[in-house]
């Protein structure tokens, strides 16, 4: 499996998102049980746009006047491609995954106060 894209999403007052898709050469169907001794929920803190945020700083310097972000959006994609052709292996999906450029952006929103 490899990471294909993901995203990363922080908005004002609400608890963190983000996806991650994935891509893979071959498979197969099989059933899948359900656990018998499930593991214990996290009790780890929730990661929150409204309190998690280190510093904001442009230039490495922190900013002075009132700037307050509302939202911020991660974005990541590493182009990947399948690489296939006629499989003489009995299995389904590409033979391959082939790479591409990484390409990352990030869009945010913000709040300049007076």
């Known amino acids: 499996m490899v990471a294909g894209q993901a995203t990363f999403n922080f908005v004002t007052e609400q608890i963190a998102t983000w996806s991650i898709t994935f891509q893979g050469l071959t498979g197969e ?11 214990d929920e996290t009790t780890n803190a ?4 409204a309190v998690n945020v280190g510093r ?3 230039n490495g310097v ?3 006047n009132k700037n307050y972000i509302r939202s911020c959006t991660f974005t990541i994609n590493n182009n990947l491609r399948n690489i296939g052709g006629i499989r003489s292996d009995g299995l389904v999906g590409p ?13 945010i929103e913000t709040y300049f106060g007076s």
Not at 29 to 39: E, N, V
Not at 95 to 107: K, N, P, Q
């Open 46 to 49: 929730i990661m929150a746009a």
């Open 95 to 107: 033979e391959a995954i082939g790479t591409g450029s990484c390409d990352v952006g990030v869009a």
């Open 62 to 64: 922190i900013i002075a």
């Open 29 to 39: 169907q099989t059933t899948t049980s359900l656990d018998a001794s499930p593991d």
């Open 56 to 58: 904001i700083a442009e």
